[in-house]
């Protein structure tokens, strides 16, 4: 398997093989990126070139669980409509816990 990638990444690998995963209970072939302790690798895409904005989640203040679903719908809809204006890069992260 790892020779059908040599010569065409610009980062190497190694194939540790077959490894036990916890709560997973078939072995899974694994894949491992060599990065140099002193090089800084990025993986992470280009900044855009035009203007950002962050959506951050509501926080439910009401103490009702129930409300969870609409904070996060608000949440949601905002990040859609924001999303709609071309000029402007939306950055949307939240997590789910409910």
Aim: aromatic share 10%; no cysteine; hydrophobic share 45%.
């Amino acid at each position: 398997m790892i020779t059908q990638t040599r010569g065409k990444l610009a980062f190497p690998i190694a194939d540790p093989g077959q490894q036990s995963l916890k709560n997973i209970t078939q072995l899974v072939h694994v894949f491992r990126v060599l990065v140099h302790p002193n090089t800084t690798a990025q993986f992470s895409p280009p900044l855009p070139d035009k203007p950002s904005i962050a959506v951050l989640p509501f926080q439910n203040t009401s103490g009702d669980p129930v409300q969870d679903y609409f904070s996060i719908g608000m949440v949601e809809e905002v990040i859609t409509a924001l999303g709609r204006i071309r000029w402007l890069f939306v950055i949307a992260k939240f997590d789910l816990h409910l």
